[in-house]
């Protein structure tokens, strides 16, 4: 499949760096880096045993027209939750993924958003549900789900900007080829 990146950004706090798609047993795959750069109030919130929820969104679209008309057709729409928190006298992050019910320990924050922001191998959809010599823009956003804040910190999060996250769609465009072979 040949990829076009494309890379919008809402803010430099969360930034998606690469997203690469790929075919794998009669599967598209993708791969995705993104850094985290957390403001001081929301690592100091962290560290105060705060849990932040982060919401990760993976749409796959298909490019169409009819009349005359471009539109997009969602195919795929995947969205999940990371939870991190810290805990313990030795300040352990942790991570709780909801897409896949595991939780993983860090040492540092540093190691915990590392992974947080790494995705390998990220199943799709099987090709046998696209169609040949299609266009489609695969698209993924990471932010911070405020609403899952504490009460008291709710209200902050709704009018402090460093509450704020959101990595901006990033998008990648794919034509699939003419034959799977």
Do not use: C
């Not at 599967?27 to 105060?48: C, G, M, Q, W, Y």
């Not at 709780?96 to 993983?104: H, P």
């Not at 489609?136 to 460093?162: C, G, N, V």
């Amino acid at each position: 499949m040949a990829s076009l990146t494309t890379k919008v950004q809402a803010s430099d706090e969360i930034m998606i760096m690469r997203v690469s798609d790929y075919q794998q047993d009669q599967k598209l795959l993708l791969d995705s880096e993104s850094r985290f750069k957390l403001p001081e109030a929301i690592v100091t919130a962290i560290n105060h045993e705060i849990p932040l929820t982060f919401k990760t969104e993976i749409r796959l679209l298909e490019k169409n027209q009819r009349l005359g008309f471009d539109y997009d057709r969602t195919r795929v729409s995947i969205e999940y939750q990371t939870h991190l928190y810290v805990e313990g006298v030795n300040q352990r992050y942790f991570l709780y993924n909801s897409r896949n019910l595991k939780t993983q320990s860090f040492t540092t924050l540093e190691s915990a958003l590392l992974t947080l922001g790494t995705l390998q191998s990220f199943p799709i959809i099987n090709l046998a549900e696209l169609h040949p010599k299609q266009h489609y823009t695969l698209k993924m956003r990471i932010s911070l789900d405020h609403w899952q804040l504490p009460a008291p910190l709710l209200m902050e999060s709704l009018f402090k900007s460093h509450w704020q996250l959101d990595s901006g769609w990033f998008e990648v465009d794919i034509q699939t080829p003419g034959s799977w072979l």
